[in-house]
């Protein structure tokens, strides 16, 4: 079992990532990461990211750096969970800049629409906690939605009417916490 993942640790793997690379890429920090960097949890179990393009040698140094920082590391993004969104790359916020590897929040309205799609507390937390802090707007959800709409059937285990519940719900809750302001 692994200690909790503050984030101190991904400044760390951050540094760490950076220097072990053998070339220039991409990660894109979901989920528990973003989190954390963001400032909505104060710790997670592991760190959720995406690699895009990938770093030459960054499965060498993340075998090794599970071991030396004892965080736990897995490859999931809101890609993993629906079709990608249109543009999330564009979408994707700038973190900063370790050796040659690029660091980004992948984008928070593909990470709400995930979220949403699978529905649990913790997940449901989030995206209250991303929406209030302005990270998405209620727009884009829905236009995000319908741009992945048609491509949900590659998804077999994925409900696109109980998605569509999810976010109907959370924007009509959204916009009710909106107007008592």
Known sequence: MRSPVDPQKIEQLMQALGQEA?????IYFTGGASALLVGWRS????IDIRLDPEPPGIFQAIAKLKQTLGINIELASP?????PLPGWRDRSVFIGKRGQILFYH???TAQA???LSRGFDRDLNDVRAMYAQKLFSLPDLQDGFQAIESDLIRFPAVNPDVIKSRIEAFIQGAEGQDNTR
């Not at 053998?22 to 991409?26: A, E, I, L, T, V």
């Not at 710790?43 to 592991?46: A, C, H, K, L, P």
């Not at 890609?79 to 079709?83: A, M, V």
């Open 22 to 26: 053998k070339g220039s890429g991409c």
């Open 43 to 46: 710790s997670t179990v592991d």
């Open 79 to 83: 890609q993993d969970f629906l079709p």
């Open 106 to 108: 992948y984008d928070f």
């Open 113 to 115: 629409l995930a979220k």
